[in-house]
Structure formats: C-alpha cells, structure tokens
C-alpha cells in the first residue's frame, strides 16, 4: 500500500527519471533507506551515499542528477530544492500510512455545552473544554489538554497531550502545539508599593496565526492590555517563554530554549539560535539572526548575524583570561602611560 | 453593571475629581480606553496621550494632576503611587466583572476520602486529590491538576490547569500557581560510586509562602534532607527552576527563565533578569538586582546591581574580539615587554 | 517499625561498631537526626557535628572512624564511600517507611485494550495508555500521565504526574520521569523554501536505557530518521532541552536548563552544570565537564574542564569592561603602533 511516485510528481511537480509506477512506503536516511522507501540527497558532498543507496527512489537536484544517475540504479525526481520536496512527500506519505483520527469526543472528555466542535475534530481522553470555546475542523486535541473559555482552535490544528490553552485564546489552521506547552498563562506584570509587588490583571490575549509550530513545555503568555501576537508560519522550539504583548513575525524560527521579555518587537524571517534571549521592550526588525547564547539588550535596526557569547576554553584558560577581563581599563591605562612616557622620550606612533 | 468611582476611593483611597458615580466596568491602555473604562498615567511623558484619553476617569498623581486637569475632561483619582493604585483597582474591577467560581468537585475530579476539601474550593475537572491533602476555603483548583499527599493549598489560592503539586509540600494564602508549573518533584541529589550516580530519596519539602506567584512550567524542588523555602509575597515567572534546599526571600522578583540551582540562599526584595543563573551553595543578601543572562557564581554581600553577560554585536566584530578575549595574557605580556624596553631606554611611566 | 543496623551491613556491607540489633527509621543531617534516626560524615570538616550527633547510627570512612569513636556514643558503621553507602541505605528506608503502591488500573484510566499492562504495575487516575503499549512490572504511572501508541515503559519505572511519553518510544528499568516531562515530541526539523518552513515529520524515536532519571519539564526530542538515545544511568535535572538525534552517554549528568540542540553526541561520565549549552551537530569526548552557562561551540576531543561564562562584577565595572571588550582590536593595534614607535627608537622588547 505504496505511494506512487507518478502521485508525488502530479501533486508537488519535478522531473520523474523512472517508471511512475515504482511505489514507496516511507522516508529514510541515504544509508539506511531500502527497496520501498525514499530519500533525498541536498548536500553534493553526500553523493557518494547517493550512489550506493538502496533507496528505491531519491530526490535531487540538476546540478548533482548527472552524477548520481551515472551510478544509482532507482528511480529519480529532479527539483531546484531537494530538501523543500522531500519534507512535502515525507508529511504526504506519513500521512498516507497513518489511520485518520476518527472524529469525535471521547467518552471521559468534558465539553462545556455552549462549547462549538466541528464533528470531525477528534477529543482526546481527559479533554476539558470550557464554555463558548470552538475547536475547528479536523483539529485534533490529545489526552488531558485544557481548552479554556472561549478559546479557538483552527481547522487542522493539532494540541499533543497535557497542553494548557487559556481563556479567550486563538490559534489559527494547520497549526502544531505540543505536548506541555502553555499559551495563554498571565504575563509578569506588577505594580510595586514599597517593595511589594501587586499584581496587574492580565486582561489581553495570545493570537497566534496559520501555519505555527510551538514546541513542548514552550509557554507564551496573554497580553496585559492588549494581545501577544505570533504571525502566520512561525516556528517555536521546546522550552522557550514569550512574555507578555510580545509580537513575533511571520515566518520567524527560534531554537531551544531562547526568552523573549515583555513588549518586544520581532520582525519577519528572523532566527534565534538556542537559548538567545531577548529584553524587554526592544525592536527587532526582519531578517535578524541571533546566535545561538547571545543577549539581545539593544534595539536591532539593520538586518544581519549578531553573537554575543563568551567562547569556551579549558577552565585554566578561561580562568587566566576572565582575571584581565575583569579589569580591561588597568590595561587601557597602562598603554596610555606607555604612550606618554614614549612621546617624552621624543617617540611618535606613526 | 459597573464599578462607581466612590466605591473605588472608598475602597483604596485617593483624591476623587468628579462624580464618584460615574461607573467604569474595565481597565484599558490610556489610547485604548473608551467611555465606560478606567485608565492611568504613571510616567509624566505620557501626559499628551493623557490628555487625548477617552477613558471615563484616569488614575494620576499630584504632580501630574493639574497639567491634565487643564485639558481631561474626565474624572481624576489623585494618588501618590498611581500605577499600584491601577493594579489594585484593576484586580477589583476583574473580579467584579467574572463569575465567581461555584465551590465544588467536578463529577470526574479523584478526591481521597480522607482529603480536606473546603466546601467553598473549586475543584476542576480530571483532578486528582490524594490522601491527606487539605484545600483551602476558595482556592481554585483548574483541570488536570494533581495535588500529592498531605499537601495543603491555602485559602484563595488558585492553581491553573495541569500543575503537580506533590506529597506533603505547602503553599499559603491568595498564591498563584500557573499551568503546568511542577511544585516538589525530587532534588537533583546522588552520591557517587565509581562513576555511577546513586539517588538520594530527596524527603524534604517545598514551603511556600503567602501571596506568592508561580509562572507556568516553572519547577520548585523539594529538599534533600530539610525544606525548600519560597517565602512571602516572592513572583516567579515562566520557566524557572529553583533547586532542592534554596530559600527565596521574600518579595523577590525572578524574570522567567531564570534558574537557581541546589541550597543557594536568596535574600529578599532581589531582582533577577530573565536567564539570570545562580550556583549552588550560595548567598546573596538582600536588595541585590542582578541582570538578565549573568551568571552569579559567588556569593554577593552587599547590595546593589551586578551584571556579567557578554555584550552583544555583529557577528564579524565579535569573532575579531573573540579572538583576543581568548588570549589575553599575550596583550598583557606584550604590554610588559613594552615596559621593560622602555625602562632600559631610560623612559618611564609617570 | 524500623530496620536493624545488621540488616544494613548484611545488604549493604561495612564494618559495623555497635549492636545489629539497633533500629533505625529514617534519614536525616548531622544536626537534625535524632535517637530513631541514621546520618553520615563524608566530609572531615564536619567531624565536630558528628561527635554531637544525637544520631543512633553514622556512617563514616576509616579516616574519620578514630577521631569521632573517641566522643560519639551511637553506632557506626565504617566503609570506603560513607555517601554512597548512605544513599543506598536511605533508598532502603524510605522504601520500607512507605506503603507498596498497590498494582492496578484506577477506574478513571483509559487504557487500550491492545496495551500490555503487567499486573504488578500501578496506572494512575486519569491516565491515558494508546494501543499496543507495554507497561512492565512494578511500574507506578501517577495521575494524568500520557503514554503514545506501542510505547514502551521497564519494570520498576516510575513517571510522576501529567508526564507525556509518546508513540514508540522506550525507556528501560528502574527509570524515573518527574511530572510534566515530555519525551518524544517532534523534533524542530525544516525544510526551507524562500524563507517559509516545511515541516519533515519526525519518525524517529527516543530510546532511553536502564536507571536514567528525567526531571520535571525537561524535554526530549524523537528522532527525525533515526532514534534520539539516551543510554544508561544517564541523570538529566529539571527544564532540560534534549534535541532530535542526540546521543548521551552512559552516566553523564545534567543540571538544570541545560539545552542540547540536534545531532549532538555526548560522551560517558562527562558533566553539564546547569544552564550550559551545546550547539547542534556537536560530539563531546568522554570525561568532558562542562561549566555552568557555557556555551560548547565545537567538538571537543579531550577529556577536561572546559568553561566560557562572562564573569560576573558590579554593573558600574562590567559597562567600563564591556565598553572596551567591544573594542579589543583597538588596544591590540594601539600595542602595535607602539611597538613600532619602540623599534625606531632603538629599543627593543628582549
């Protein structure tokens, strides 16, 4: 119960060299890949996997179709971007060897009656869904998930297990939220009276757009006044905190682990490596990307790659250096006086 | 079926300029707030934005009062410290607005027949109450929870879906726990035997004060051997992990992200950036404030602002630094060498 | 109801100086143990609390069995590793201070009737088990646990609350996963095409061996093709990051809100302190420890200490250093110019 590879061209193109008729099962690595199933070759430096891969068909561009075709025996789809067309087939056959989830809700769920399902969404076991919440077409709610009041989920959105959704909440289509996330919890906001903080109502919402993935145990919080917005397309790994009136931009990818304080800005097709972090009230505009440790403390007008990490050493070495890190203004000082000194004794640096 | 403003002076003092019934029923942003919401201005540059406002009444201070009240029509609350005012009018005005929520147990809720449940607590769906545990009059116990053994939630105390709150662990009056947070799961503490780690049952427990705030998928260990301490009024936000044994003094603040690892001691009214890391075994008195992403790896005995996170730049620019960061003995040496050929020249240095 | 000091040495070995017949029921510090209760010395400095212990029983090194023989009245028990010792005889205690869970599914579970579930396992309330999982003996799943399709959890296995452990992923015997744990989420794997992401479906999964512990929150990553590993006895804390294909060796050790991006294959016996990073792609020698809040940029092939972390100082410090870090080519070149100044001269730097 193959796909064929006739059915990959027809529905996402490229040039089929080889019989259409050839089925495949799955993805795999050049390596590993065998008599029924797929791979890809993206990096030309791979191609001497390609030529001895077992793979009964491969994806790969002009430049390395030559090459290969000299020596690989399977069939072959030739497209500008190999990477792009494998992860479109690898999503198009997972999901054609995968039962469809049966829409409906399961017995031990507990749906608000004012609540809004469309019949072919899937409730989990342990769901909860509060009063006047809509959860889209084919959307999918696994086990123990909380959908809170009024909160929406989009068509063909997917909530792993244990997530936490709040209150008033959206999410667009074809999103992914995974398992553990939090998207919606109060933002950190306080008002201090002699040294104790009083909290301030967080009263705005999360409005995430089409197409986003957030990662497992990722939290993102609801506005104070106004909303936290996350733009269409945009990619949230595992364990990062967004705060409060935050707004991330379309097609922006962050790694592990990254912070975003309150208020900030971030503009379009940005990155951030794992665990960068971000201040608070700071602009970012498109096409940033951030290493990956790097504290954004400043405002980011221009597009480009900043860093900002101490580099790691042997601990002696770094125990050596950290000492004149410490006191970098006593060395300034000391070539100062050396200057001095030389323009006494009638020297002069060019 | 709003608020009037007398009920409000009444309530929490201040100077009322206008009719005390005039009603609000929100709070909103001072550009935002229309006819029926209540506003403020903390920060004197905001005054045009101010004077602009549609909100029905604003909450400002003496020295701001009479420049607005030239050009506001609206009524004023006059009061030293308008943005605590806010927040404390704020919580008001939310409550006022929700339902209260109908004390109770949700039919699918497990609760241990020897539980202590107030008959004004609400308990959610999916939750589970184990033995000996008490809940507190109106706390708020949302779906998914788990509350351990003997643990005790205290009265007003309102933890949001999916939080694991375990065995013999306490947290005191009108707290907040938020989604997914985990309260007492076991120390990281081994001994080692030949490489091999061998846990050390970790029999302490998390005490947690009154009017503390935990963030979402926020973890607080229990101690080793004696307890973990959160003490009053502490907020934690998002994605923090405080290690077995620490104490938080109280009215401590940590951004989120933050974390503390095992038997540091924290003194009270701190400040901590977000991704701010404390080692272990440490101490750290009270008001000290320390910078987002700084490691604090000794012990800090006089108050004050620390900081230690390397300051971000173009990519290019830090690999030029970098380079150097990583050698700086040989910029000393060379500087030395400087000084001993200019001594033998007969130059000096001042 | 306590345990005889004989029975102790019998299981666990060591000399023993007193009677095997005196009982002891729990564990507790130096300071705190009282007449029912057992503590150690594994640390010479602290010989002065063991001679005033009120502990019945010590246990203690050779080195240190003279000097506290000489004023200490309980008994002792005298062996190489006292802390090792102490650990395995506290997980003894506590096991015989607590009831056996008792094996059986709460009426709330939903378990599937193709999912294997050993009769001596304990499944939680409100717990979900998908087809074809395996849950083996003596296995305890606390409430609102996940466990995905064919998944598979060893004998003796213990997940805390609301833990999510998806779809064919394993992990061995006598493991530990803390509450809200998430194993097996996807992994953060694009294809790009013209700036927006294509998701590559995640059919790996995550294998985790015997005697590993997972802490609260911490994330794991299945694999893209191949599997995400986690060999044995290896110890992750809290808020840990795990990305898809990662290897970690046998018996290394995380501490808390360390992230692992993708394709990183660490060694055995090394060490992350916590908040230390490691870029993707990345291989780590065995016997590696690395630094609190350092970032691994590149492979290291040598056992050792490594550390990169800016050093924390005043805030008033840290900006004068900070403003020349950011410019060290500066002073670099300033050196240069003088030395050349020097040469003209006639000087000479030896």
Avoid at 34 to 49: D, V
Avoid at 167 to 189: L, S
Avoid at 256 to 273: K, L, M, W
Avoid at 331 to 350: F, Q, T
Wanted: charged fraction near 20%; proline fraction near 3%.
């Amino acid at each position: 119960m193959g796909t064929r590879l006739g059915e990959l061209v027809e529905r996402f193109g490229g040039q089929l060299a080889g019989s259409p008729d050839v089925e495949v099962t799955a993805i795999a690595s050049l390596e590993r890949a065998g008599a029924s199933e797929i791979s890809f070759l993206s990096n030309s430096r791979l191609r001497t996997l390609a030529l001895q891969s077992r793979a009964a068909a491969l994806i790969l561009s002009p430049q390395d179709d030559d090459a290969v075709a000299a020596g690989y025996a399977g069939a072959r789809i030739v497209t500008a971007n190999p990477h792009a067309y494998f992860a479109q087939a690898a999503q198009y056959l997972v999901r054609a060897s995968e039962e469809p989830a049966a829409g409906g809700i399961h017995p031990t769920a507990v749906v608000h009656g004012t609540a809004s399902v469309d019949p072919t969404a899937c409730i989990g076991p342990h769901v909860t869904v509060e009063a006047g919440a809509t959860i889209g077409a084919h959307a999918v709610i696994d086990a123990g998930c909380y959908i809170g009041r009024d909160a929406v989920i989009g068509d063909h959105t997917h909530l792993f297990a244990n997530v936490s959704f709040h209150a008033r909440c959206v999410i667009g289509a074809r999103g992914i939220i995974h398992a553990g996330a939090v998207i919606g919890g109060d933002g950190f906001g306080f008002a201090v009276d002699d040294g104790v903080y009083i909290k301030i109502p967080q009263v705005g919402r999360v409005l995430i757009g089409d197409d986003v993935d957030i990662g497992a145990s990722t939290t993102v919080d609801r506005g104070a006044l106004d909303d936290t917005v996350i733009e269409d397309g945009v990619k949230l790994d595992n364990q990062i905190q967004i705060g409060h009136n935050c707004r991330i931009g379309a097609h922006t990818a962050m790694a592990g682990c990254v912070g975003v304080a309150g208020s900030a800005v971030i503009g379009r097709y940005c990155t951030f490596g794992g665990a960068a972090m971000v201040n608070g009230h700071i602009d970012i505009c498109d096409h940033v990307d951030i290493t990956a440790g790097t504290l954004v403390a400043h405002s980011i007008r221009e597009p480009g790659r900043y860093t900002g990490y101490y580099p790691i050493t042997r601990n002696a070495e770094w125990e050596r250096n950290a000492a004149l890190l410490r006191n970098l203004p006593a060395l300034r000082d000391k070539i100062r006086a050396l200057e001095r000194a030389l323009k006494a004794l009638g020297g002069s640096e060019d």
